[in-house]
């Protein structure tokens, strides 16, 4: 290999291996498109119609007032402010993509001064010899040196599917068909387009007023209607959610899809590694005529079984000896099962294993000195070595064999039962069957061991093995016994599994493994329950044929790829429908787009986990495609909504958890901002049907909508689940939508109306106490509204300037904002729970809703009393009592609701 | 609401913090702004502001006037020139008109000192403005206001204001500012309020 210093000129020359990003949407497009999308264009009109007003009035009349330039601004200003706002967040959860990314960067094993080491991809250089190995990412465009059945996946360059031989000969003049050249794997990244949909009204003014007058009504109809606050209160909702899912290992990409997690109702998940912990471990043991089982939890502390007898030790030797598997250098802390090894799977699973049970085994095969070997091939499917072996008193050579079972016991004459050698008879041979059977049938790897000990006169100390010629013997070997392996199920994924059972959520495994092995895996986890069979089961219970049985009698399916294949559609559609639990074993990743298309004609929302290239387009295709973080290649992770960074189903439930809980929370919201609304609309209908003066102002709401009630909208989205929220049927995606017909009335036309009545009667009081019954207020608009009446009677006679009626306008509108504000702080409350009393969910669990409470109250009384003499802003200071008029009212919204609830939770069936 | 309604006193508002100053206004008015525009000429130009000031008068006529008690001297201070007892047109059809200037009503209100409505033109011109009463003071025994309810036939003081302008021939312009003067309390310069304490309007005349 070269040296490191070579190494760090070419680096310096050539740059690092790494591929020019690819072009992202220029920071000054994302950002206009957080400017310019949903409401923020209602706005954007609102203030221009401002400014034509002015332009109006400013041609009418040269002294006109700049309220309305004012307003405008402030118009403007709000929606710049939730774009910066939208656009920082997204921002942000981009960074943390980006800094994801860097997380994990390629590591590829290269020569570099005649030694193996782990450099990051990025760092290597022209004239580099590196090592892969299956599963290896090609870490670069190199040209291959010696291989051996070595075969690329070259899918994203070429769009072949199937997998490429790659050998070192020369065979091609195109780079691209040459056997010898595997590419850097490159992935095509697209821009996610985050769009939020959103509703509005659109309400045309045909009535007869002064166009300015119309214009005026236009606007405090778009600014009262508008939930100027809700875009980033849904923002900040759903990225404390995203924080709170990545702490929990869901990287969420897009923050729709958080919501969107919440509605699965199908999970197609990948076998390995995502159920299972994706490394072979030892599962059971059969020895001295008895199955044993080893302990395939994650830490492998608990092996239980029994290992007095000689046979173990005899058996433990031979695991530990006939094995190649290393551990890396450098890694005494590292726990053991977490350390990494140089080797198979089967062969890093048995290493890892002797090394609990027996301690250091690199130790031991020292102390058994390795003198001859045959590696492992599909040819011969055994693995031989020979050893001397640590007793010093017996100077034999020890033999060991290890492969296919059926292999290993055709070279065997004797059994081991005991510590002793027995022949072997029939009834052995059988009991060896039926725990090959038995061991191969829960889906497991098997594997025969057996040794021989070479007679010392035959062979002494001093012989020459030649492993090519066979110079010693291959048969007549006493068998000691088998060990089975399986990739065992992460111990969280039977919970994890039976949260979404009772989520309702249906799991497909979908896995390129054997049937029989998913098939076990997916009993074991859960995605066929213990009592449920599948049609083949039924047919050998009754013992009649596969098509004898009715289909629909069974629960579970296990389906092969290759039946898969001859499927059409209708077929895959009654599959999907009829079966609950199944298994899609064999499948190429190609058709787990059919399968996550055949979900969807199903009118499910199907979350898609994956982790190749080829897993793309049904990661793409999905409702939510789930990358692995640590297995996942970069396409999948850019094609993903959603990265799991400890690649664990659990914590796919763990979102759609979070999920199910922010979509409850966000309705809370929305009802919350949403009830406002009419207390905000009607004043502007009111003032036109009855000519009152301007209840509130359009700078006043939007004190409101951006002030007072952002940190409580907020609050709501820390609320804790009200009941087992993982016990509901996910919601239908078109019909439960965020904000509902029940939910739009309730908030609206009950609770709404209230707040305005409430809001009102405020408004009212303050205008009677200072002279102006509402007798007297009606259809006094027009008049009030005229800059050169200066002597306007109220009911008492009193006569008022134009601008002393103006003072006690945004003195209404003060209180008008008070009252609306006083009324919120009740409708928070109710908006805690949807159906228990305030009183089951208790009021102090959630703190941040009396932080919310407090800033309402808080920022009201700067607005009064703080900024009371800025004119813009039309607040004036209120006196005291006036904030308690709307109190009755809020406890009387508070006491419907209370109502309500109980009403709900009496007869749960009705509406 | 209802019972917000049954705390409010018939007879006074409860609060009257937002009009501690009262406004000055001009009678008649006129239809847009505070611009008297007529033609000598035309007697149709001039109807209206006449037949209101006919009307806002009445109740200021003797006849009106003899129910009134409590008022110790209900004299009528207005002079004849503006009475429109000598001349039903109020000066209109001569080329000086008359317009009057009231004070707002506010209850409870008692002016400090000596309060009277100063008016003057404004910039160059050859009109000549009076007032009657000539010095333009307001007596004290107007007031308090008591309100609508219990001072139902109470009649706010005036001060009339003629202008006679010097060329009866050409298009005359005039910008008049009355304010009130003499009083403490009574407020006369407020940035934001235009007519607290004080007036300005414009009468255009043309032949």
């Known amino acids: ?911 | 609401m209802w019972a917000m309604l049954q705390t409010l006193n018939d007879e006074v508002p409860k609060y009257r913090d937002q009009i501690p100053s009262p406004g000055l206004m001009v009678f008649p008015k006129p239809v847009t702004a505070l611009d008297f525009s007529f033609s000598v000429s035309n007697p149709e130009s001039y109807r209206g502001y006449i037949n209101d000031l006919k009307k806002f008068l009445k109740s200021y006529g003797l006849e009106e006037q003899k129910n009134l008690t409590n008022c110790p001297s209900g004299a009528f201070h207005e002079q004849k020139a503006c009475s429109g007892v000598n001349d039903p047109e109020f000066g209109y059809s001569t080329g000086s008109p008359c317009i009057l200037v009231k004070m707002n009503r506010i209850i409870g209100l008692k002016p400090q000192g000596e309060p009277r409505i100063e008016c003057i033109l404004k910039g160059e011109n050859t009109a000549v403005l009076s007032t009657y009463p000539s010095n333009g003071t307001i007596d004290l025994k107007y007031f308090p206001y008591y309100g609508k309810k219990l001072h139902g036939s109470y009649l706010q003081p005036l001060v009339a204001v003629q202008l006679i302008f010097g060329n009866r021939n050409d298009v005359n312009e005039v910008t008049v500012e009355c304010k009130i003067d003499g009083s403490p309390n009574l407020k006369n310069q407020d940035d934001r309020d235009k007519f607290l304490g004080r007036v300005v309007f414009k009468i255009t005349m043309r032949p």
């Not at chain 1, 299972?276 to 079984?305: C, G, I, K, P, Y």
């Not at chain 1, 530990?320 to 802390?333: D, I, K, V, Y």
């Not at chain 1, 039924?538 to 898969?564: C, H, S």
Request: charged share 20%; with cysteine.
């Open chain 1, 1 to 911: 290999g070269l040296s490191s210093t070579r190494a760090a000129e070419l680096l310096a020359r050539d740059g690092p291996n790494t591929l020019t990003p690819p072009k992202e949407t220029p920071e000054i497009i994302k950002f206009l498109k957080q400017m310019v999308g949903g409401f923020s264009i209602l706005l954007w009109i609102g203030a221009i119609l401002c400014w034509i007003a002015y332009g109006i009035q400013y041609s009418n009349d040269k002294s006109s007032s700049l309220d309305s330039v004012y307003l405008g601004s402030v118009l403007a200003l709000v929606v710049i402010l939730t774009g910066v706002f939208a656009y920082y967040q997204e921002a942000k959860s981009t960074n943390i993509m980006a800094s994801f990314h860097q997380m994990i960067p390629q590591q590829a094993l290269v020569i570099r001064d005649s030694e193996k080491k782990t450099v990051p991809a990025d760092q290597l250089v022209v004239g580099d010899i590196v090592e892969i190995k299956g599963g290896d990412r090609i870490p670069a465009d190199i040209r291959l040196l010696s291989a051996q059945g070595c075969k690329v996946d070259n899918s994203s360059l070429t769009g072949e599917s199937e997998p490429q031989p790659r050998s070192c000969e020369f065979t091609h003049e195109n780079p691209l068909e040459t056997k010898n050249i595997s590419f850097f794997s490159t992935t095509c990244l697209e821009g996610v387009a985050v769009s939020i949909g959103v509703l509005f009204f659109i309400i045309a003014v045909s009535m007869k007023y002064y166009v300015l007058d119309s214009i005026i009504f236009l606007i405090g109809i778009i600014v009262a209607n508008v939930p100027e606050g809700l875009l980033a209160t849904v923002t900040v909702a759903l990225s404390l959610t995203a924080k709170r899912m990545a702490k929990k290992n869901c990287l969420v990409k897009g923050l729709e899809a958080v919501e969107t997690l919440g509605s699965t109702s199908i999970i197609c998940s990948d076998k390995t590694g995502t159920l299972t912990q994706n490394r072979m471990t030892v599962a059971h043991l059969w020895f001295d005529n008895q199955v044993f089982v080893a302990d395939t939890s994650e830490d492998h502390s608990n092996q239980v079984f029994d290992q007095s007898s000689a046979t173990w030790t005899s058996l433990s030797k031979i695991i530990t000896l006939c094995n190649r598997a290393e551990f890396r250098p450098g890694q005494e802390s590292v726990p053991i099962m977490k350390k990494a090894v140089v080797g198979d799977a089967s062969e890093t699973a048995l290493l890892k294993f002797s090394e609990v049970i027996l301690g250091n085994v690199m130790e031991i095969r020292k102390r058994n000195r390795k003198v001859a070997e045959i590696p492992f091939n599909s040819t011969n499917k055994f693995q031989l070595s020979i050893h001397e072996t640590d007793d010093p008193s017996d100077r034999r050579f020890l033999v060991v064999m290890k492969g296919a079972p059926e292999r290993v016991l055709e070279k065997c004459s004797t059994i081991m039962v005991n510590g002793q050698e027995q022949p072997l008879d029939r009834s052995t041979a059988k009991a060896f069957h039926t725990a090959y059977m038995e061991l191969g049938g829960l889906g497991e790897r098997v594997l025969g061991f057996c040794h021989l000990y070479l007679p010392a006169d035959e062979f002494p100390a001093t012989y020459s093995f030649d492993v090519d010629t066979m110079n010693f013997p291959t048969s007549n070997f006493c068998f000691v016994g088998l060990l089975s392996m399986i990739d065992p199920p992460r111990s969280t994924v039977p919970d994890a599994v039976t949260k979404c059972r009772s989520a309702g959520i249906k799991i497909i495994m979908v896995t390129g493994d054997h049937p029989i092995t998913a098939k076990a895996i997916a009993k074991s986890v859960g995605i066929i329950s213990a009592n449920s069979e599948t049609v083949e089961d039924i047919a050998k219970r009754l013992n009649v044929a596969v098509e004898q049985v009715n289909r629909r009698d069974a629960k579970a399916a296990v389906v092969t790829g290759t039946e898969l294949k001859d499927m059409s559609p209708a077929q895959l559609d009654e599959l999907l429908a009829n079966h609950s639990e199944i298994v899609f074993a064999r499948t190429s990743p190609q058709q787990k787009l059919i399968i996550v298309e055949g979900c969807q004609r199903q009118d499910a929302i199907v979350a898609v986990t994956g982790d190749g290239v080829n897993d793309s387009p049904a990661l793409k295709k999905a409702d939510i495609g789930i990358a692995m973080g640590i297995t996942g290649s970069d396409a999948a992770k850019s094609a993903a909504d959603m990265v799991l960074l400890d690649d664990n189903f659990a914590s796919i439930v763990t979102g759609v958890e979070e999920g199910r809980l922010i979509f409850d929370n966000l309705k809370k919201t929305i009802a919350y901002t949403l009830t406002k609304n009419i207390a905000e609309l009607c004043p502007f209908l009111i003032y036109i049907i009855a000519g009152l003066p301007l209840p509130i102002g359009t700078i006043t709401i939007l004190f409101i909508d951006l002030g007072t009630d952002i940190i409580p909208s907020i609050a709501l989205a820390y609320e804790k689940a009200e009941s087992d929220i993982m016990n509901r049927k996910p919601r239908h995606k078109k019909k439960d939508r965020l904000v509902n017909k029940p939910l739009a009335v309730y908030s609206y036309l009950h609770i709404g109306l209230m707040q305005a009545l409430g809001a009102f009667v405020v408004y009212f009081t303050v205008y009677a106490q200072e002279g102006f019954r509402p007798s007297t207020l009606l259809n006094l608009r027009v008049e009030w509204e005229k800059g050169y009446v200066n002597d306007l009677e109220d009911s008492y006679g009193q006569e008022w300037t134009s601008y002393q009626r103006r003072y006690l306008e945004w003195t209404g509108y003060t209180a008008f904002f008070v009252g609306i504000m006083i009324q919120q702080i009740a409708d928070l409350i109710i908006r805690k729970t949807r159906r228990n009393s305030i009183f089951q969910q208790g009021l102090f669990r959630n703190k941040v809703i009396w932080v919310g409470i407090a800033s309402q109250v808080i920022i009201a009384l700067i607005l009064s009393y703080g900024l009371g003499s800025i004119v813009a802003l039309n607040f004036t200071m209120l006196r005291p009592q006036y904030w308690f008029v709307a109190v009755p009212h809020a406890v009387l919204i508070w006491v419907y609701d209370e109502v309500r609830k109980l009403a709900i939770r009496l007869y749960p069936g009705s509406k």
